[in-house]
């Protein structure tokens, strides 16, 4: 059965990608409800966690049957010279914990846990799977389909999670340009490893920030995903013109 969806994958990108996407997407909401409430006063986010890490494992599965983790920078470190392309990544996020940072000892110590397996369960999905799978439209469209349907995925926190209408979708927007920017990194590094831990940084200096970040850093945010992502993916399509995305032989 695997085999019989990964060639239909292979042969229809584009839907290929959807259909990806919405795995993923079913197998948060799935392991959400269906798992029992846990939050602990010695670990908040354990339920979270848990759910994150077995949505990262759905995909990994597929990954593995398939034959791409290697490919997709999933069993790879890549290039470690070109790991500092993602520094303006760094250092953006980093602005968002200037106000400090606020919580307990174990909120802010779980967080850790808590927003690296966001992180790998995100990046292993999006950017390795899916945009894997979207490639063959060329790097570009391929980023720009993915960091869509990313961007997109964040609708799961107002229909099944209760955040407002109006937060989920410039949530929608800024973790789309984030994708987007993602993207080409992978594109550039052959790894999705150094995306996990800007991911989690991101959204760890994000959450327990105290407040919002303001508009200018939301609005510098956005413009160095979209510029920074463009350079990359340029770079990347650069690097491999003349060459085929790898693919796995349908049997």
Request: proline share 6%.
């Amino acid at each position: 059965m695997l085999t019989r969806w990964r060639d239909h994958v292979l042969r229809h990108p584009v839907l290929g990608a959807v259909e990806l996407a919405l795995t993923w997407q079913l197998a948060v909401v799935a392991a959400a409800e269906l798992l029992p409430s846990m939050s602990p006063g010695w670990f908040p986010g354990l339920g979270a966690t848990v759910v994150n890490l077995i949505s990262a494992a759905v995909v990994l599965a597929i990954l593995r049957s398939w034959g791409l983790s290697r490919v997709t920078g999933v069993t790879t470190l890549g290039r470690l010279s070109r790991w500092p392309v993602v520094l303006p990544l760094v250092a953006v996020a980093g602005l968002s914990a200037l106000p400090g940072i606020a919580g307990g000892t174990a909120q802010l110590v779980g967080g850790v846990a808590l927003m690296l397996s966001v992180g790998v369960s995100e990046e292993i999905s999006s950017r390795a799977l899916v945009f894997e799978v979207a490639r063959p439209l060329g790097a570009l469209r391929g980023a720009a389909l993915t960091a869509t349907l990313f961007g997109a995925s964040h609708l799961d926190n107002y229909l099944f999670f209760g955040a407002p209408l109006g937060n989920t979708l410039w949530q929608v927007l800024t973790a789309g340009l984030f994708g987007f920017c993602l993207c080409g990194a992978r594109l550039v590094i052959g790894s999705v490893w150094p995306l996990v831990l800007v991911h989690a940084l991101a959204d760890y200096l994000q959450v327990y920030s105290p407040g919002r970040d303001p508009d200018w850093l939301q609005a510098l945010d956005m413009i160095v995903n979209l510029g920074l992502g463009l350079a990359l993916l340029l770079r990347g399509r650069s690097a491999s013109s003349g060459a085929n995305p790898p693919k796995v032989q349908a049997s």
